[in-house]
């Protein structure tokens, strides 16, 4: 009795299963789905780059207020959280927003180039340059994010790399001509990324609507260059000795 | 078959070949139709039909050739009911067939206006339109079931027009006093066909109808004296192949391309109901041509079709041509007093609202008198600027801003600034096979319904009625005339190697063997206009017995030219439309012969056929009841030789005709 | 005006293909693109050589048949069908490509002419209201909001031909999928089978082979009939409700 209960159950499972697997896999295999998920990635990472200009600011106001931001980010849910624990939260997420971000990326990518496998004989120029630079600018800012931790968070090829102190580290960092170049292209990078990058999120989520472009591409200008500027202004504040 | 043929039959003195030399056959009585209440007759043949059980009708296979409105329709219907379809195309999609390019609207009699509207009305008008050349039975029944297509449209989806109130609009059309046209935009042949198509696709999707895209039926199969299937091409791989089964429904459209120059696709071809003619079903009317009054005119010999705007233009614009013959000055510089707008001079109570037929021929008449205006002075204006004085510029842009902008595009002049310019097209063909009430052929087995049939609208073609009829005979009538007809003829399978089959196949091959190898030097296209230049001439907006003579000389001629000096480039094994095209052309040259000789011997004028002989003291077109009030269903008995004519006679018992008259 | 084309010609879906150059004389500026194409056709046929074959109908610019790349652009410069763009867009003495629609999704069944059925097995999947013949209410039972039917009749012009597919660099199909699905989900008669529909007509649009979306609008600006790039935002949020709804 009791076997013959759950083995029609199992079956009507396996029915629905058969069906529709699940809807979050049937989601991901999905290119509706897969987009979707970087969009929302890639909104995560936005949120997060506005968070983390803020805090870059502190530049400006010099070593003790910086190195001060420092060591409060580590302080953040004490005494429910223990020290450092919440940069670790965030370098977890973060690693996991990134993956889910550039693993979409990539099996999009390669679709796509499989579904149009001829090209025009007569070439033309299409779309924007924000919109055409996505692919290469994503690689980019993966290999600018893995110098970057290098850089800054491991100090392992940053000139000074002294814990603790990532004013200075900072200042090193831009009193090398490389730095500043690999730095200052990445942040272009950044700011063409958002560009198409913020409304095609939006276009993704389904929050465009026919009068609704004019503001989503709007805000999508706005916010990348505010970003651009905001991260370009530490290097040059270094270069120009406005930060020293 | 051919009953008595003694000279005392034929009609005028036509000799000019053989083949007018008709014979007259045993007179056709239509006897599905049952009599009683006009009212009650659809409902009671409905009753009386013979039905096949549900779970017998996965047993019976009906072939669909065509996914227009009608055919569309009737695939998706039949399989929902449980048959198994087997549907062909000629286009790469069910979703291109040329019902798609229909503009104005849909009739129906909703009386949704509180405007007198009924059943009975539209059933009034659609015979009285149609010149008193069609069925009782039949129309009363097409305006019956009128209404159900709005509701099955609406349910599928179909965006027509609407009000704030969310409620459906509807407009006046041509010559109707009641307001029961339904209308998505200009598009409402594209919703509608769209709506039939998705039905379709999803009995596709179902495995219900196995559906056969670039695959042209070249040849009807007829066992034992039924329709059993058809010899079709596979167009990409050349593949031709016979398809059987229990009964044949040709949704295959009107055969205006005869004409070469008219507003239907390019493609659109009479070679499915005239195959099926040749195998035994008769042609009805097909001299029955519309010629629609606003099309834009050729812009010069390379024109290869012609393009149609609503006419709901003359509601607004004035129709004119300078009184002077030969006036060449442009249409800003001739003086209001130099003008001549003859429609509101020769029919002030219509004025430019005046039915198609009659603005068509008016339009003819002034361009004959060396008045045309454009390019070969074949065109008359149609002029806006008094609409723009009295109703603003912005007013005439929302009423009819898409058809200028259409008619800016194709001739790079702006019709806010100059007049249009205007000329009749070949539009729509009333005539086609003849069909009994449940619209099967003289074929058992072998039913016609839309445009490719002839019935429901006599000898003239309301507006908006095209698209009422290929619906209704799709979702409605063919679904269950056609149980009857499978219930009563329980069919044995045909086996693939029976002789008919195999004679249908090698008719088939041989002929487009005959074209392939052929080493002439004259293209499929350079005959079509040939045809189509002397049809226009001859038998287009006005016909007399020389012309038609004349022509019937002359297409015995073309067509034996046509066999001797064609070219055909290229292979049957691929992808191959010179071949397509060549092989339509071929059974042009056959149909365009019947139709002169249609026009011949209807020596009266009525609706779309106007014989000059044949008109009132006035000049108006004079219909002979007493003489003609009847349906011509010819039938075949050879290439060029005489076919032998069957009467329908045709009786009004609640429209009486009267002779129409809009002066 | 006379005019130099070059066209691609390929015998079969498995031949290999080339661009071939012709010269064509005595082109009137009325004459459509597909006009100035039959010109060429009819002097090959007369030198016995085979015309170029394209997909074409009811040239009025509905039927959706014709379509190919010229100058590297789907339907050509102006926003309209092939054959309905007219040679008076070009001057005399130009040179113009001409190459079929580019997509794995659409393969090449010879010159000019590509195969779109999977446009049709993507209607097939969900592009439908299921109301069997004579099953339907009264017409006027259920009023529909006039914007739901003006966004319907809006997103329903789509007339198949593909141009969005050729245009998009990624070969996608998501404008003509959107067009379906937002003009069905918008109106009441097509609710009930909302969710169904999108997730129906995306799986198949995937499985057809077609590429995903960027963003980068090229099917909007080359579409005929100006299907709007927010209907493909409308079929996402369609698309992420239906999975939100498990259904």
Excluded at chain 2, 190 to 217: C, D, F, K, W
Excluded at chain 2, 526 to 537: T, V
Excluded at chain 3, 39 to 59: S, Y
């Amino acid at each position: 009795m009791h076997g013959g209960v759950s083995s029609v159950s199992a079956m009507a499972l396996v029915t629905r299963t058969d069906r529709r697997p699940s809807l979050v896999s049937l989601a991901w295999r999905s290119t509706v789905g897969k987009k979707a998920v970087m969009a929302v990635s890639g909104l995560i990472m936005l949120l997060y780059l506005v968070g983390h200009l803020v805090g870059n600011l502190n530049m400006f106001f010099g070593p003790d207020e910086m190195n001060g931001y420092a060591h409060w980010l580590r302080t953040i849910g004490e005494p429910f959280l223990k020290h450092s624990w919440f940069v670790w939260i965030v370098r977890f997420g973060l690693v996991a927003v990134v993956v889910a971000h550039g693993v979409s990326a990539y099996q999009l990518s390669r679709r796509d180039i499989r579904a149009r496998p001829v090209k025009y004989a007569h070439q033309r120029q299409r779309a924007s340059y924000a919109t055409r630079t996505m692919r290469w600018g994503g690689v980019i800012l993966a290999l600018f994010i893995v110098w970057h931790l290098l850089d800054l968070t491991t100090h392992t090829v940053n000139p000074r790399g002294e814990a603790g102190h990532p004013y200075e580290n900072v200042l090193a960092t831009f009193s090398t001509w490389y730095g500043n170049v690999i730095y200052i292209v990445a942040m272009l990078a950044v700011g063409l990324h958002i560009r198409h990058g913020f409304w095609s999120a939006a276009q993704t989520l389904g929050a465009n609507r026919p009068g609704r472009d004019r503001i989503l591409k709007g805000t999508a200008n706005g916010l990348a260059l505010v970003l651009t500027a905001g991260f370009l202004s530490i290097p040059i504040g270094v270069m120009t000795g406005v930060v020293s | 078959m051919a009953a008595d043929s003694g000279p005392s039959q034929k009609t005028e003195a036509t000799q000019a070949t053989d083949y007018a030399d008709y014979a007259l056959g045993e007179p056709l009585v239509d006897t599905k139709a049952p009599d009683g209440p006009v009212a009650e007759r659809w409902k009671r043949r409905r009753f009386e039909a013979k039905l096949v059980n549900p779970a017998n009708r996965r047993k019976h296979t009906v072939i669909v050739v065509g996914t227009g409105l009608a055919g569309g329709a009737a695939g998706a219907s039949l399989a929902e009911q449980g048959y198994r379809v087997i549907q062909f195309c000629y286009q790469d999609s069910p979703r291109r067939a040329h019902s798609i390019a229909a503009q104005g609207g849909i009739n129906a009699a909703k009386n949704y206006r509180n405007d007198g509207d009924s059943v009975h009305r539209l059933f009034y008008d659609t015979v009285k339109g149609g010149d008193f050349r069609s069925r009782e039975s039949n129309v009363h029944r097409l305006a019956e079931v009128s209404v159900e297509i709005i509701d099955q449209c609406v349910a599928q989806g179909v965006p027509f027009a609407r009000e704030y109130g969310g409620l459906l609009d509807t407009r006046s059309f041509g010559g109707v006093q009641v307001s029961r046209t339904f209308y998505a935009r200009g598009q409402t042949g594209q919703q509608l066909l769209l709506g039939a198509y998705q039905a379709l696709s999803r009995q596709i999707a179902g495995g219900s109808v196995e559906m056969h895209p670039r695959t042209e039926m070249l040849d009807l199969i007829v066992v034992d004296g039924r329709a059993r299937g058809i010899v079709a091409r596979d167009l990409v791989t050349g593949r031709v192949d016979t398809h059987l089964a229990d009964a044949v429904v040709l949704a295959t459209g009107g055969y205006g391309n005869v004409f070469y120059l008219s507003t239907n696709a390019k493609n659109s071809n009479a070679s499915a109901i005239w195959r099926a003619h040749r195998r035994g079903a008769h042609f009805a009317n097909p001299c029955f041509t519309q010629i629609h009054p606003t099309c834009i005119p050729r812009a010069g010999d390379h024109q290869s079709k012609l393009t149609l705007m609503s006419e709901s233009l003359r509601n607004d614009g004035r129709i004119w041509v300078p009184k002077a013959a030969g006036d060449e000055r442009a249409p800003s510089a001739i003086p209001e007093g130099e003008r001549d707008y003859y429609l509101e001079r020769q029919y002030p109570a219509f004025g430019n609202l005046v039915p198609r037929d009659i603005a068509s021929r008016a339009a003819k008449n002034v361009c004959d008198e060396g008045r045309g205006v454009g390019p070969g002075g074949q065109g008359v204006y149609l002029d806006f600027a008094d609409a723009i004085a009295r109703l603003g510029r912005d007013a005439v842009e929302a009423k009819y801003g898409n058809l200028f902008e259409m008619y800016e595009r194709i001739t790079a002049e702006n019709p806010y600034e100059a007049p249009m310019r205007i000329y009749p097209a070949i539009h729509y063909t009333m005539g086609g096979l003849w069909v009994d009430y449940d619209l099967q052929t003289t074929v058992p087995g072998l039913f016609a319904i839309g445009e490719a049939n002839f019935s429901d609208h006599g000898a003239n073609r309301l507006g908006a009625s095209a698209l009422m009829q290929g619906l209704a005979d799709g979702y409605f009538v063919l679904p269950a005339t056609l149980n009857d007809y499978l219930a009563r003829h329980p069919h044995e399978p045909v086996p693939d190697r029976h002789p008919a089959v195999h004679e249908a196949l090698g008719t088939v091959t041989d002929r487009l063997y005959q074209l392939l190898s052929n080493q002439g030097d004259r293209t499929p296209d350079s005959f079509h206009r040939e045809l189509g230049e002397l049809l226009w001439d001859e038998c287009g907006m006005a016909r007399n017995e020389a012309g038609l003579t004349k022509a019937l000389a002359r297409i015995p001629a073309l067509r034996e030219e046509f066999w001797r000096r064609i070219r055909v480039p290229g292979s049957g094994e691929t992808l191959n439309q010179s071949l397509e095209n060549a092989n339509r052309v071929a059974d042009h040259l056959e149909l365009a012969e019947l139709m002169c000789l249609d026009a011949l011997h209807r020596a009266e004028s009525c609706g779309g056929h106007f014989r000059e002989e044949s008109r009132t003291d006035g000049g108006e077109a004079e219909r002979r009841d007493e003489e003609f009030s009847y349906v011509a269903a010819w039938e075949f008995t050879g290439t060029g030789t005489p076919p032998v004519l069957h009467r329908e006679q045709l009786t009004f018992e609640y429209v009486h005709p009267t002779q129409r008259s809009y002066t | 005006m006379n005019l130099h084309l070059r066209v691609w010609r390929q015998q079969g879906p498995d031949a290999d293909g080339a661009m071939a150059a012709y010269d064509v004389s005595g082109i009137s500026p009325d004459m459509s693109f597909l006009e100035m194409l039959d010109t060429l056709n009819e002097e090959l046929a007369g030198r016995g050589e085979e015309p170029v074959a394209f997909d074409h109908d009811c040239r009025e610019g509905i039927c959706g048949a014709c379509g190919m790349v010229i100058n590297g652009q789907a339907h050509g410069p102006e926003r309209t069908t092939a054959c309905q763009l007219h040679m008076r867009h070009f001057a005399d003495g130009d040179t113009i490509d001409v190459e079929p629609w580019r997509a794995a999704a659409f393969p090449v069944v010879k010159d000019l002419v590509v195969d779109r059925s999977a446009f049709d097995r993507i209607i097939g999947s969900g592009g439908y209201v299921s109301v069997p013949t004579g099953s339907a209410p009264e017409a006027h039972a259920t009023p529909v909001p006039k914007a739901a039917a003006d966004t319907a009749f809006e997103n329903a012009e789509c007339i198949g031909c593909g141009a969005c597919v050729a245009a998009c660099p990624n070969g996608s199909a998501m404008l003509f999928t959107s067009a379906k699905v937002v003009h069905l989900n918008s109106l009441p008669q097509g609710a009930p089978e909302r969710e169904e529909r999108v997730l129906s007509m995306v799986g198949q649009m995937d499985a057809e082979g077609f590429g995903g979306c960027t963003n980068t609008g090229e099917c909007a600006t080359a579409c005929p009939k100006g299907i709007p790039l927010p209907s493909i935002a409308a079929m996402n949020r369609e698309y992420l409700r239906a999975v939100r709804k498990g259904r």
